[in-house]
């Protein structure tokens, strides 16, 4: 893929949410989110993308830390493929 292409990347969660990524020349091909529900019952949602799965993988850790260090009741850390969008 050409690196000074732009184009939009798209996830699609396991939730039916959709992300749109874009217009972007980076090699991104995951999407990465996690939901926290807090003390206060309320949702805080985190977010990125990064170029790898495994990279993506490697903050499944953190995510438990941060969790433990904010006090979250709990969360879902969730992974999607980024796909090109059709022009």
Same mark, same amino acid.
């Given at each position: 893929? $050409?690196?000074?292409? #732009?184009?939009?990347?798209? $996830?699609?969660? !396991?939730?039916? =949410?959709? #992300?749109?990524?874009? &217009?972007?020349?980076?090699?991104?091909?995951?999407?990465?989110?996690? *939901? $926290?529900?807090?003390?206060?019952?309320?949702?805080?949602?985190?977010?990125?993308? *990064?170029? @790898?799965? $495994?990279?993506? #993988?490697?903050?499944?850790? &953190?995510?438990?830390?941060?969790?433990?260090?904010?006090?979250? #009741? @709990? =969360?879902?850390?969730?992974? /999607?493929?980024? *796909?090109?969008? !059709? /022009?």
């Amino acid at each position: 893929m $050409a690196r000074g292409r #732009k184009r939009y990347l798209v $996830a699609t969660m !396991p939730d039916g =949410y959709v #992300k749109r990524i874009g &217009p972007t020349a980076d090699a991104f091909t995951h999407y990465w989110r996690i *939901v $926290a529900v807090l003390e206060n019952g309320k949702t805080e949602v985190f977010w990125g993308h *990064v170029r @790898s799965l $495994a990279e993506a #993988k490697k903050l499944k850790g &953190p995510a438990a830390d941060g969790a433990k260090m904010r006090g979250w #009741k @709990s =969360y879902v850390f969730e992974i /999607a493929e980024l *796909v090109e969008e !059709p /022009a």
